[in-house]
């Protein structure tokens, strides 16, 4: 499932950067959720999302990647 998602974001990488280079993209069973300009409001959007289920990546040029795995045993208050 998010495998596929982070194939999504690899796949359109280019168009989704020149738009929204530094924000930080969320996508849901390869489907962008939105565009947020920090991390925190990234996760805030999909608070009723259980973790593992969707990803959320800053926007980079191809090549500077970094990529963070959370699973359901993260919590976020």
């Not at 565009?35 to 999302?49: N, Q, T």
Request: net charge negative.
């Amino acid at each position: 499932m998010i495998q596929d998602d982070f194939e999504y974001y690899t796949t359109h990488q280019e168009e989704i950067v020149k738009g929204h280079l530094g924000e930080f993209i969320v996508i849901k069973n390869s489907t962008v959720i939105g565009y947020y300009k920090d991390e925190l409001k990234a996760f805030e959007a999909m608070k009723d999302s259980e973790l593992g289920t969707f990803i959320v990546k800053k926007c980079q040029e191809p090549g500077t990647d970094v990529v963070t795995y959370f699973n359901n045993r993260v919590s976020f208050a």
